[in-house]
């Protein structure tokens, strides 16, 4: 009887031994930060706009690049880097030591200053003067600045470049875009849909505020078209990005345009199972920020947040790394259903 | 005893096995425990939202303009203001009697060719006094233009000459102007512009020969090659709607050398300083 019993017990512990080693190994980095366990997949994506305009206009930025290229090597690690990350205002060759440092194995950039078709002038066209005076398309002085990295295999990614009348002041100079990628998340049956882009900034774009607020509205027009007719319904979907959406009216309009719900908001809503980082501040997460989150689940496949935090905030020689901080989500990824009677929004949904 | 401890079974072991697999995201999934190897980099590849453009655009309008009626002249006129401006593939423009061809465009620079019409000096447009002057015919310049745009400001540059066989001169023009944003419909462009003219060109406008001189009773006057003409403008558009637009535009131009020194400019009727008021409304397409 009692060896019946030990070597049934010897059984189950084994067993019971070897889901938990799996389960503790697959949220590792989540337990660490206080998370749930969710069943299925996790993802957790960073949004960072780096801050690394053209000289003369940063200065001294290579040391701060540096910075932030060995953070992520050092949370590589540890086994804590997040599987995607997405950086803004990644100009110039000075930032490839985040590639090449940070062990992301997929990379996307976005495009190159040359790339995309500039299809309309100007907000400042004027159509009296002579035809020639200006250039008929936007001029372009820099790429988009976008770059995707990648724990997970990328496939089909694609572009667009906002035309013209979608920028304002001085952020027409630079190739603005939307990239979409497909993550193919381990333990999701299909890709995961990455958007991110980084829209026209209000103040120091230098131009009028009317101005400004219609280039950002273009350009949210711009973003739910292209979602409209490149996301599928089926597979969950996330943007992350720099949307300069602090301004309400900014806020609200890219909020009605845009099917997707606003990850910061999803997490520190009541009865949600998820953790907000000692450190962030809630206000840093929702409306008092530039850099935002937003993700819609699939109709096979649900998502939801579990975890957000901003990082990145350490100085080096008395200057903040970046103008920005960062802005990290861990997703929960499950099949449709698993989640029971939580905020999903799905693509179907209006 | 060693009976009971027999081995687990091969499907429990599997399963444990296949669990500590799954443990282990860096070797099951091909994540990346260090910073080794070179990435993988995949090409975006660009997609299309909107149907490609029609090949041609351009707009068309009418207002009014008053403007000296000849060359010094301190009589002005109000006529219609017709506008119409074609363009096929930013290559081919043709805008208020002036047709040109994009050969060169890059992202700073455009240069050119340029034919344009020009209605010269009407005698109907002189007062009955200096009728004596006589016509200067509609003529056709030829020549190459150069743009430079960086941002808000740029500037033009046109050489022309005449091969009609009217005048036989030469002009260069100079402008140069910047694009102020007012609101969300409203630009305004200040620009300066300067004209200069071959002593052909100029002799056309400002000369008084002895025949003229003694229909018109004006002294005697060859002017020579140089700047004729200086000027400051602004040009204002105001949306009106997606398409249409209201055009202003203020030229204060100022006659130099001999352009001024002329008997024609310096007649009772005339004025060294040249006024031209444009306003209009336009639709593009």
Same mark, same amino acid.
């Given at each position: ?350 | ?7 687990? !079974?091969?499907?429990? @072991?599997? +399963? #444990? ?5 799954? =443990? ?5 999934? %091909? ?65 208020? !009697?002036?047709?040109? @061809?994009? +050969? #060169? ?5 455009? =240069? ?5 019409? %020009? ?69 305004? @462009?200040?620009? #300066? ?93």
């Amino acid at each position: 009887m009692r060896v019946m019993f030990s070597q049934t017990l010897l059984r189950s512990m084994a067993v019971v031994l070897g889901l938990a080693l799996a389960l503790s190994a697959r949220y590792a980095k989540t337990d660490d930060a206080g998370l749930a366990s969710a069943p299925g997949a996790s993802l957790s994506v960073l949004t960072y706009n780096i801050n690394a305009l053209p000289s003369p206009v940063a200065r001294n930025k290579t040391p701060r690049l540096n910075r932030i290229a060995q953070i992520l090597k050092q949370r590589r690690a540890a086994g804590t880097q997040p599987d995607i990350v997405v950086l803004q205002e990644a100009f110039g060759e000075r930032c490839d030591v985040i590639i090449e440092e940070s062990g992301y194995k997929y990379i996307v950039r976005g495009p190159g200053r040359k790339e995309g078709r500039s299809k309309e002038a100007t907000s400042w066209k004027v159509e009296g003067g002579k035809s020639y005076a200006k250039t008929p398309k936007a001029q372009k002085f820099m790429g988009s600045g976008l770059i995707i990295l990648s724990d997970f295999e990328i496939t089909n990614p694609k572009f667009y470049t906002f035309d013209g009348q979608s920028c304002a002041g001085l952020d027409c100079l630079a190739n603005k875009a939307i990239i979409m990628g497909e993550i193919s998340v381990p333990g999701m049956a299909m890709p995961l849909q990455l958007v991110t882009s980084h829209f026209n900034s209000n103040r120091s774009a230098k131009a009028p505020g009317a101005i400004r607020l219609r280039a950002h509205q273009k350009q949210t027009d711009t973003l739910a078209k292209f979602l409209s007719r490149l996301s599928t319904t089926t597979a969950p979907l996330i943007i992350a990005g720099d949307f300069n959406t602090r301004l309400p009216e900014r806020y609200q309009y890219f909020r009605e345009e845009i099917n997707a719900l606003d990850a910061a908001e999803s997490c520190l809503e009541t009865g949600l199972n998820c953790v907000l980082e000692a450190n962030t501040a809630e206000a840093e997460i929702l409306y008092h920020t530039a850099d935002k989150q937003f993700y819609r689940s699939g109709t096979t496949a649900l998502i939801r947040p579990i975890y957000i935090e901003r990082n990145f905030k350490e100085s080096l020689q008395g200057r903040q790394l970046s103008d920005h901080t960062g802005y990290e989500v861990h997703y929960a990824l499950g099949a449709n259903g698993s989640f029971g009677a939580i905020n999903t929004i799905n693509a179907e949904d209006e | 005893m060693r009976q009971g401890l027999r081995p687990l !079974g091969i499907g429990r @072991v599997m +399963a #444990f096995a296949l669990a500590a697999l799954w =443990a282990l995201p860096g070797q099951a999934y %091909d994540v990346r425990t260090k910073t080794t190897g070179p990435p993988v980099y995949i090409k975006a590849v660009e997609v299309k939202l909107d149907d490609d453009k029609h090949p041609w655009h351009g707009r068309y309008g009418a207002g009014l303009v008053t403007a000296p009626n000849f060359p010094g002249s301190d009589n002005y006129d109000e006529d219609l203001d017709l506008d119409l401006k074609l363009v096929w593939k930013n290559k081919v423009f043709f805008e208020n !009697g002036t047709l040109g @061809v994009i +050969a #060169f465009n890059r992202r700073l620079f455009r =240069a050119g060719f340029l034919l344009r019409a %020009d209605q010269g000096r009407q005698v109907d447009d002189l007062p009955e006094a200096l009728k004596g002057l006589g016509k200067v015919s509609a003529r056709v310049d030829s020549g190459i233009f150069a743009g430079f745009s960086l941002y808000k400001t740029y500037i033009t540059a046109e050489l022309l000459t005449d091969i009609s066989d009217v005048t036989n001169g030469q002009t260069f023009d100079l402008e140069i102007g910047y694009t102020m944003e007012l609101s969300r419909q409203t630009r305004m @462009v200040p620009y #300066f512009r300067t004209k200069w003219g071959s002593r052909h060109h100029n002799s056309a406008f400002f000369d008084v020969d002895a025949v003229q001189a003694a229909a018109s009773g004006l002294r005697q006057f060859h002017a020579k090659s140089g700047i004729y003409e200086n000027a400051i403008g602004v040009v204002v558009e105001n949306d009106l709607g997606k398409d249409w637009h209201f055009n202003a535009s203020v030229n204060l131009a100022r006659l130099s050398d001999g352009a001024k020194d002329s008997p024609i400019t310096q007649s009772t009727h005339g004025d060294p300083n040249q006024i031209t008021l444009r306003a209009k409304l336009v639709k593009t397409f």
